[in-house]
């Protein structure tokens, strides 16, 4: 500042020297004057740039400028370039915060105060069959017209949610979307929702297998305390009373079998998975499934003479051949019995059940079992390995299962990586195969062709339904 008077001094006294030296005493005081104004009008274009580049805002372009007006210049240049970098990064953070929220599994929607689409996720344009860019500004009442969410939305009572079907909901194949208002800020309104199809799913499940292992528990409970009840109050022959005891035992195994079942269930979903390190041989696999098989099928057609079940297993060679699968020798050996099982119970006498091991080219390996019953309609194989899943009830409470069978081969055969498939046609048969993945299988060597692989040591048995 003392520097900008004292400019302004020297410029009056060159002027005021000019003056006096060209006019005298009156040409000093008019050469000072002129000399005043001259820098005024120079001070002002100076103060007119900075103005000028200031109304312009870029920072680029500051104008090179010394004095007062050149250091007022470079301090807003400063100014302006902090505030910039500070806009750049709420800008930048910003981005990141939506790209977060762009990545949540849940919907996100902002509304204004009059309810307005402000900003929404993709995964609530999913949930609605909304677009972010054509449905902006719209009314969030007119784009999602449920009574149920237009009732929520009216009420403002935000403490619950509201569970709507979504957009993309079929009858096949519901889709439940759970929707949640909190309000925030000035009015505005924070939409939260969420896919609650499998929760709702599971609670389902939930329910019906309470109710299923109830039902199956309390039949054969209610049929023997009726025999007790009867031996109790009757008087009996010893041939009733034994008729009634075995009734009573058959019962009673009934229960036992959907207890054990019960328990390989909760056993296997809280087991870790098998090791890939434990090895058993296809052929011990095959041989015990053939014994179970054809004990069941001499059991079942013990009244029909003359119509046995015609089974087909490989024969030993093609057995020894297969090589050995990684896995839980124990659990390998309930599922693919429960396979041949559940062909010999659903299978008329007389009928052909066939059961094969086949070396895909990829490595893979696909245990199959087709059988000539009476099929399964389309409307069931989704859900046949559904615990307590039954596609003829009385004809599986005949045959002797718990509904629990395809339950246990279904996780077992996912423990070990492998995948289970069904085809079926009424009237003509059905035909499951487990497919076994290349890392779960080893061939035996070509030197050992002649014995066959290493067997493994007999597995406990594992209860089947």
Not at 25 to 43: H, K, Q, S, V, Y
Not at 200 to 223: C, G, K, W
Not at 370 to 391: A, K, Q
Not at 423 to 448: I, K, N
Request: glycine share 10%.
């Amino acid at each position: 500042m003392l520097l900008r008077f004292f400019f302004f001094l020297l410029c009056q006294l060159i002027g005021g020297a000019l003056g006096w030296w060209q006019a005298g005493p009156w040409g000093a005081g008019i050469g000072a004057c002129f000399a005043a104004w001259l820098w005024f009008a120079w001070d002002l274009w100076r103060g007119a740039r900075v103005l000028n580049w200031l109304r312009q805002g870029d920072p680029t372009q500051t104008p090179r400028l010394s004095g007062l007006w050149g250091e007022a210049a470079d301090r807003a240049r400063r100014l302006v370039r902090q505030g910039q970098l500070k806009a750049q990064a709420g800008d930048a953070r910003l981005q990141e915060i939506l790209q977060a929220l762009q990545a949540s599994p849940n919907g996100v929607m902002l509304l204004d105060a009059e309810g307005h689409i402000e900003w929404c996720n993709q995964m609530a344009e999913e949930h609605f069959g909304l677009d972010a860019e054509r449905d902006a500004q719209q009314s969030i009442g007119n784009l999602v017209r449920d009574p149920d969410f237009s009732t929520y939305y009216a009420s403002k009572d935000y403490t619950r949610d509201v569970v709507l079907p979504g957009r993309a909901s079929t009858p096949s194949r519901p889709v439940r979307v759970s929707v949640h208002l909190h309000p925030y800020g000035d009015g505005r309104k924070l939409l939260l929702s969420r896919d609650v199809t499998a929760l709702e799913q599971a609670e389902a499940m939930r329910r019906d297998f309470v109710a299923n292992v109830s039902h199956e528990i309390r039949t054969p409970l209610t049929v023997l305390m009726g025999f007790v009840e009867t031996l109790q109050t009757l008087q009996l022959s010893n041939e009733e009373r034994a008729r009634y005891l075995r009734m009573m035992s058959q019962q009673a195994v009934r229960m036992q079998n959907l207890v054990q079942d019960l328990l390989t269930l909760s056993r296997l979903e809280g087991s870790p998975p098998p090791s890939m390190h434990e090895w058993v041989a296809v052929s011990t696999l095959l041989r015990r499934c053939e014994d179970e098989g054809r004990a069941l099928s001499a059991l079942l057609t013990q009244n029909q003479p003359g119509k046995p079940h015609q089974i087909t297993f490989p024969t030993a060679e093609a057995a020894q051949a297969a090589g050995q699968v990684a896995g839980n020798a124990a659990e390998l050996q309930s599922a693919l019995a429960n396979l041949v099982n559940n062909a010999v119970r659903y299978t008329p006498p007389g009928g052909s059940i066939t059961v094969a091991w086949d070396v895909e080219p990829d490595g893979s390996a696909r245990f199959m079992v087709r059988d000539s019953g009476p099929g399964i309609e389309p409307e069931h194989l989704p859900r046949i390995t559904e615990r307590f899943y039954r596609v003829d009830r009385s004809r599986s409470r005949d045959t002797g299962g718990t509904g629990l069978g395809l339950a246990i081969v279904k996780h077992v055969v996912q423990r070990h990586g492998a995948a289970l498939q069904v085809a079926s046609v009424v009237g003509q048969g059905s035909t499951f195969t487990v497919v076994f993945p290349p890392s779960r299988l080893r061939t035996p060597p070509r030197s050992l062709s002649g014995g066959g692989p290493a067997v493994a040591a007999e597995p406990p048995g594992v209860s089947a339904a």
